[in-house]
């Protein structure tokens, strides 16, 4: 992997974590960088995503340091604001920053209170503990359920020289994008001013984050931060720009494909294409539907070709289509013709259905171009146990 250059990276066990294993890492930026950022869109907001909004409003968009800690979701509590400002001023403090430089960010339980104590006497050795190698352990200590790391990397040549793309994420349960989701960090050292990064992460988090989908529930939490802060010395120009954001977008979609992939109790990771309708939100919207619906995962755990569930499911998401003009492929295998049974073999295609991985196509036979790509993961009896016990 080819880190971009100018930033630096720690993780540190602060004693959040009923476990001894690192809950607070560190991305530090030499240089202040261009930000741009999406967030939850619960009505439930945790205070480091109220607080982050109002930095990067103070800030003019430019960023020096994001500070996450996992353990404590750090919302619905009565000392939530005032824990992610101290925390927050204690960063820029041994960073030497303007306070509005900083973001915080947090994950894990909802409504317990958080010790800002156990984050402040924590900093010095995180900060001290900053390194360029250590991307990998920054991307450990944000982890909450998740049973693996999640990271991505790309690069591009341009005219003046080569810019590179890095990006963390977490999450495992609680996943529905209605903006971002869960915790996602992408960096880049190309020099792009906000006002562009902004309208690159719109578009990005379009083809990445929006199309991702665990068990249907929005965190409170959610923030996704793209970074720019130019140490390739490389401003692209307005013809190298959409260069530059397919590769964020590349690495936004590997991020998000690594969710549904390690999504809570997980065995399949599922790839759902509709095409055919009128415009791309209602593709978007009946994708979503089936990737929601309960019947549909739990055919996919138990490699079930019961096509009427994801009939059922398109139906159910508001959009307008003929049923009898759309056709349902399980793996390749067409299952539905025009809202009817197709023939096809049910123990050839149960044996497909036993692949650690399932695409499902919805394709509607009309005049529409419409059409969406959406991520998501079967339902086991492995979700239940991890969410039973989750608190304890």
Not at 81 to 103: E, R
Not at 183 to 188: N, Q, W
Not at 274 to 293: E, F, K, L, W, Y
Not at 376 to 392: F, K, M, P, Q, V
Request: with cysteine.
């Amino acid at each position: 992997m080819n880190l971009p250059l100018g930033y630096a990276y720690a993780a540190t066990y602060a004693g959040i974590r009923q476990v001894e294993k690192d809950d607070l890492a560190l991305i530090v930026t030499g240089l202040p960088a261009s930000a741009a950022a999406v967030f939850t869109q619960n009505r439930v907001e945790a205070a480091p995503v109220k607080l982050c909004r109002r930095h990067l409003k103070l800030s003019g968009g430019l960023v020096g340091a994001i500070l996450v800690n996992a353990g404590n979701a750090n919302c619905a509590t009565r000392t939530g604001d005032a824990v992610a400002l101290a925390t927050s001023k204690a960063t820029a403090k041994l960073l030497k920053l303007p306070v509005s430089q900083v973001l915080p960010a947090s994950t894990g339980v909802i409504g317990v209170e958080l010790d800002p104590r156990r984050i402040i006497d924590a900093l010095p050795r995180l900060v001290s503990g900053l390194g360029t190698d250590r991307f990998d352990d920054a991307a450990r200590a944000i982890m909450t359920t998740d049973l693996v790391p999640k990271t991505a990397f790309a690069e591009t040549s341009l005219r003046r020289g080569v810019v590179r793309a890095a990006g963390m994420t977490k999450g495992s349960g609680m996943i529905q994008p209605r903006m971002a989701t869960t915790l996602g960090f992408v960096m880049t050292d190309a020099s792009v001013p906000p006002a562009q990064l902004r309208a690159m992460l719109k578009r990005a988090v379009e083809r990445s984050y929006h199309r991702l989908s665990v068990d249907g529930d929005t965190s409170t939490n959610d923030t996704l931060v793209l970074l720019a802060n130019g140490a390739s010395g490389v401003r692209p120009d307005p013809r190298e720009l959409p260069k530059v954001e397919e590769r964020i977008t590349q690495v936004m979609e590997s991020l998000a494909q690594a969710i549904a992939r390690d999504g809570e109790g997980a065995r399949k990771f599922i790839t759902i294409v509709v095409s055919g309708t009128s415009n791309n939100d209602g593709a978007a919207r009946m994708a979503r539907a089936i990737a929601n619906s309960p019947l549909v995962k739990t055919a996919v755990a138990g490699s079930d070709p019961n096509w009427g569930r994801i009939l059922s499911a398109a139906g159910n998401a508001g959009v307008a289509f003929d049923p009898s003009k759309t056709d349902v492929y399980m793996q390749n295998v067409m299952v539905c013709r025009g809202g009817l049974a197709a023939p096809f073999s049910e123990p050839e295609l149960k044996r497909k259905l036993g692949a650690p991985e399932c695409e499902i196509r919805v394709r509607v036979r009309a005049k529409g171009k419409g059409t969406a790509r959406f991520w998501t993961c079967d339902l086991t009896e492995g979700y239940i146990r991890i969410n039973a016990s989750y608190r304890t």
